[in-house]
T-cell receptor, first 112, second 114 residues
């Protein structure tokens, strides 16, 4: 499974700002998951997107799966300090189902 | 109970020591995983157990030895580690196979090899 590139690698913003994190690959995936890892904790699943062009919302977080199922984005509206963490995308395949290969990660710091 | 517990939380060991990391879940999950995470990097898969049998070994050096005594427990035995093995070791579990199965992670054991 190809490693997904995430951008930016690091983002430091003030509370209330908006931001977008990108997850890109040249491969097509059957689905894609986004996880958030807070300091001192393990990753926690935020969402799974399955259909090309799909948009899912989780409170202030909006996830989109690219039409061609090669990329995804995560948009956070009015970021809060509690959003601080490492955001990881992970493609899921129909085969090799047990393997979870994370993208390169985006480290987000939201300051009060 | 949707928790994966890991012990110890921190571990410091010498290169000649033998130690074990432990992971436990009581969600009835039949798949369990070990990941290694270096600082500022994403977690990397090491091992997968499915129904208490090792199903994936990502070419991990033999100084790391996994064990699954029963469906709730997963151990990682460590022997003759190197300083570069210092990392956060994460355990995870999932209901089973299937590409959408959510993996639940423990908080990790932070390992330092001197």
């Amino acid at each position: 499974t190809q490693l997904l590139e995430q951008s930016p690698q690091f983002l430091s913003i003030q509370e209330g700002e908006n931001l977008t994190v990108y997850c890109n690959s040249s491969s097509v995936f059957s689905s894609l998951q986004w996880y958030r890892q807070e300091p001192g904790e393990g990753p926690v699943l935020l969402v799974t997107v399955v259909t090309g062009g799909e948009v899912k919302k989780l409170k202030r977080l909006t996830f989109q799966f690219g039409d061609a199922r090669k990329d995804s984005s995560l948009h956070i509206t009015a970021a809060q300090p509690g959003d601080t963490g490492l955001y990881l995308c992970a493609p899921r395949e129909n085969t090799g189902f047990q393997k979870l290969v994370f993208g390169t990660g985006t480290r987000l710091l939201v300051s009060p | 109970d949707t928790e994966v517990t890991q012990t110890p939380k921190h571990l410091v060991m010498g290169m000649t020591n033998k130690k074990s990391l432990k992971c436990e879940q009581h969600m009835g999950h039949r798949a369990m995983y070990w990941y290694k995470q270096k600082a500022k990097k994403p977690p990397e898969l090491m091992f997968v157990y499915s129904y208490e049998k090792l199903s994936i070994n990502e070419s991990v050096p033999s100084r790391f030895s996994p064990e699954c005594p029963n469906s709730s427990l997963l151990n990682l035995h460590l022997h003759a580690l190197q300083p570069e093995d210092s990392a956060l070791y994460l355990c995870a579990s999932s209901h089973g196979s299937g590409s959408f199965n959510e993996q639940f992670f423990g908080p990790g054991t932070r390992l330092t090899v001197l």
